[in-house]
């Protein structure tokens, strides 16, 4: 006769309960949902930035890391730049000119964020330069043939973006650039042939 199978050991409910919670206490399962976590907030960040390049994209993902750094707004300024001169070697002045603004905005925030005058200078050499590109490009979009009327409020856009470099510390070159550029937009300004006379 065989023997009666003996009956399975009793589950005492401490062991009922480190078997059912083995997946809680899983080592990967928190690491994991922090790493999630911090990928969901970069790509909501890298979808609001709009970056126009792979290279845009890695200063973005080191901007959302650290909300303050100096660097990243810098080559972000010098990635819309560079969107800017593709723009307008395409023949999309608008776009060039929009592209121009937000290489303004990064040079900014860089400025703003700057730790040491090293990095205000550049930041602001950055800045006063873009602003200088976007007022020629402005100056070119709003010059008109002698046949017909230039578009004055882009030509006047163009001088006020010029004029609010005046306070701010520029090296020599700037400055000079700045001054040859403002004379340009004024001599442009003046009615019909008086553009040709000298001030």
């Known amino acids: 006769m065989?023997?009666?199978?003996?009956?399975?050991?009793?589950?005492?409910?401490?062991?009922?309960?480190?078997?059912?919670?083995?997946?809680?206490?899983?080592?990967?399962?928190?690491?994991?949902?922090?790493?999630?976590?911090?990928?969901?907030?970069?790509?909501?960040?890298?979808?609001?930035?709009?970056?126009?390049?792979?290279?845009?994209?890695?200063?973005?993902?080191?901007?959302?890391?650290?909300?303050?750094?100096?660097?990243?707004?810098?080559?972000?300024?010098?990635?819309?730049?560079d969107a800017a001169q593709r723009a307008r070697a395409a023949g999309d002045t608008s776009g060039a000119i929009a592209r121009y603004a937000e290489a303004e905005e990064e040079a900014l925030a860089a400025r703003e964020r700057a730790g040491d005058t090293t990095q205000v200078r550049t930041a602001t050499e950055l800045w006063a330069n873009v602003v200088l590109d976007r007022a020629e490009l402005m100056l070119a979009s709003g010059t008109r043939p002698w046949y017909r009327a230039d578009d004055t409020q882009v030509l006047n856009e163009a001088l006020a973006a010029v004029q609010r470099l005046r306070p701010i510390p520029l090296t020599p070159a700037t400055r000079q650039r700045a001054a040859d550029l403002d004379t340009r937009i004024r001599r442009q300004l003046r009615t019909g042939p008086l553009e040709w006379l000298p001030q």
């Open 2 to 81: 065989d023997a009666p199978a003996s009956p399975d050991p009793p589950t005492t409910d401490a062991a009922a309960a480190r078997a059912g919670d083995g997946g809680v206490r899983d080592p990967f399962v928190i690491p994991g949902l922090v790493v999630l976590g911090v990928m969901t907030v970069l790509a909501i960040w890298l979808y609001r930035a709009a970056p126009q390049s792979a290279a845009e994209v890695g200063a973005t993902a080191m901007v959302a890391v650290r909300p303050d750094a100096f660097t990243p707004h810098v080559s972000r300024a010098r990635e819309r730049v």
